[in-house]
C-alpha cells in the first residue's frame, strides 16, 4: 500500500449530497494526487498538490475540491455540482497508491 | 502533450509462455516510465520504473521492462506467465522537463491481461 491510506473503502453517497474521501501518507511525501478511475478509461487526473497549503486543478477538477492543511493529508470533496460522480477514486504520492475509494450515487 | 498509448486492451497468454504488454510514450522531454498492476477493487501496485541507467529494468514477481528511446516504448514482459499475473496492468509516464500538473503521472488506459492454465 506505500503508506497511503484511503477511506472508507465503499461510499454511497445520495443526489445533491457533498462527500468527502480521506487520504493520508505517512511517506512523508511532499506531493500528493487524486485520480478518478472509470472502465476502459485509464486514471484520470483531478487535483494535485505539491505542497503544503497549495494545490492545482487537473484534468476534469470540476465538480471536486480538495483541501492540503498538513503535510499527511490531502482529502477529497465530490460536490453536488460533479453529475456523475460513481468511480472508484485512487489516492498517491510520487509513484504509490492507496487501495482506493469506490463511490456510488444511490 | 505527453501522452500514453496501451495498443491492445487484453493480451491472452497461456500459463508458463512469455508475456509482452505494449506500450509507447509521446512527451517533450525525458520521461521517467512505471508500470502498475491492478487486481479487482484494489489501488494500483508498483511494479517497476526507469529514470535513468540501463535499458533493461527488473521489477516486482519477475516482471521486467525494455525503454527502447528510438522507438519511444516501455514493453512489460515475464518469461514465464503464472494464472496469478492475470490482472489489469497501466503503463504511465512523468516529464521531468516539463512542470505541467506538477509531477503527476499520465497513463494509459490499462491492458487486461489473462493467463489461462
Known amino acids: 500500500d506505500g503508506g497511503i491510506t484511503q477511506s472508507p473503502k465503499y461510499l454511497f453517497r445520495k443526489e445533491g449530497q457533498n462527500v468527502t474521501l480521506s487520504c493520508e501518507q505517512n511517506l512523508n511525501h511532499d506531493a500528493m494526487y487524486w485520480y478518478r478511475q472509470d472502465p476502459g478509461q485509464g486514471l484520470r487526473l483531478i487535483y494535485y498538490s505539491q505542497i503544503v497549503n497549495d494545490f492545482q486543478k487537473g484534468d476534469i477538477a470540476e465538480g471536486y475540491s480538495v483541501s492540503r492543511e498538513k503535510k499527511e493529508s490531502f482529502p477529497l470533496t465530490v460536490t453536488s455540482a460533479q453529475k456523475n460522480p460513481t468511480a472508484f477514486y485512487l489516492c498517491?504520492?510520487?509513484?504509490?497508491f492507496g487501495q482506493g475509494t469506490r463511490l456510488t450515487v444511490v | 502533450a505527453q501522452s500514453v498509448a496501451q495498443p491492445e486492451d487484453q493480451v491472452n497468454v497461456a500459463e508458463g509462455n512469455p508475456l509482452t504488454v505494449k506500450c509507447t510514450y509521446s512527451?517533450?522531454?525525458?520521461?521517467?516510465l512505471f508500470w502498475y498492476v491492478q487486481y479487482p477493487n484494489r489501488g494500483l501496485q508498483f511494479l517497476l520504473k526507469?529514470?535513468?541507467?540501463?535499458?533493461l529494468v527488473k521489477g516486482s514477481y519477475g516482471f521486467e521492462a525494455e525503454f527502447n528511446k528510438s522507438q519511444t516504448s516501455f514493453h512489460l514482459k515475464k518469461p514465464s506467465a503464472l494464472v496469478s499475473d492475470s490482472a489489469l496492468y497501466f503503463c504511465?509516464?512523468?516529464?521531468?522537463?516539463?512542470?505541467?500538473?506538477?509531477?503527476?503521472?499520465?497513463f494509459g488506459k490499462g491492458t487486461t491481461l489473462s493467463v489461462s492454465s
Open positions: 526507469y529514470i535513468t541507467g540501463d535499458n
Open positions: 504511465a509516464v512523468r516529464d521531468i522537463t516539463s512542470n505541467q500538473a506538477g509531477t503527476a503521472l499520465i
Open positions: 498517491a504520492t510520487e509513484a504509490f
Open positions: 512527451v517533450s522531454g525525458n520521461p521517467y
